[in-house]
């Protein structure tokens, strides 16, 4: 069963002060994506792999990078977050095929 | 573009009675779809989705949803709803032609009352 590890689940930071939330899969799966959730907005795409070294942006992207340096693992980083980047993120894996597995979110406040 | 409407923030129903969460949605080509459902403090569970075949769908939990092209609605059903199912529920679509991007609608609020 696909797993997708977010950490961590819940984070309080301050503008400015520089962020990494980490994803993980126990799959081998190329693709893996970021979103994040706002009230009203569903779903929104920020980044997203399709194997190691390829990435490329969603919707959203701005104030967010990514990287990909193994297959196993896409780290969102937030160079210097600002409020409006308080969120729900999520990571996700999978393809068209399977489906695509969640992870269980990351809860961000920047104050 | 692709984008996907739930004309509905806010669905109640009764439990027991038949149940229909809307989505419409719009693609250039073909569509890949999904519903995924979100509990409370959860991540999204996957329900089902149409890539080919049977415009007729059957999913987890006994939701089921239908393709139809000409409408290009892809709405959620269930026969008899459980107050278990109050959550909210998100369809998303992907151009198969497209880039790897699942676009979501803005969800669908369901109430199952007892």
């Known amino acids: 069963e696909a797993q997708v590890t977010q950490n961590p689940r819940y984070l309080i930071t301050v503008t400015g002060k520089k962020l990494t939330v980490t994803c993980s899969q126990n799959m081998n799966h190329e693709y893996m994506s970021w979103y994040r959730q706002d009230p009203g907005l569903g779903l929104r795409q920020i980044y997203y792999?399709?194997?190691?070294?390829?990435?490329d942006k969603g919707d959203v992207p701005e104030g967010y990078k990514v990287s990909r340096k193994e297959k196993r693992n896409f780290p969102l980083i937030l160079e210097s977050p600002s409020p409006n980047q308080t969120s729900l993120y999520f990571c996700?894996?999978?393809?068209?095929?399977?489906?695509?597995?969640f992870g269980s979110g990351t809860r961000l406040t920047v104050v | 573009a692709q984008s996907v409407a739930q004309p509905e923030d806010q669905v109640n129903v009764a439990e027991g009675n038949p149940l229909t969460v809307k989505c419409t949605y719009s693609v250039s080509g073909n569509p890949y779809l999904f519903w995924y459902v979100q509990y409370p403090n959860r991540g999204l569970q996957f329900l089902l989705k149409y890539i080919t075949g049977d415009n007729l769908v059957k999913g987890s939990y006994g939701f089921e949803a239908e393709f139809n092209k000409s409408q290009t609605s892809f709405h959620l059903k269930k026969p008899s709803a459980l107050v278990s199912d109050s959550a909210l529920y998100f369809c998303?679509?992907?151009?198969?032609?497209?880039?790897?991007?699942?676009?979501f609608g803005t969800g669908t609020r369901l109430t199952v009352i007892p």
């Open positions: 998303a679509v992907r151009e198969i032609a497209g880039a790897n991007n699942l676009f």
């Open positions: 792999s399709m194997n190691v070294e390829v990435t």
């Open positions: 996700a894996i999978g393809n068209d095929i399977y489906g695509y597995t």
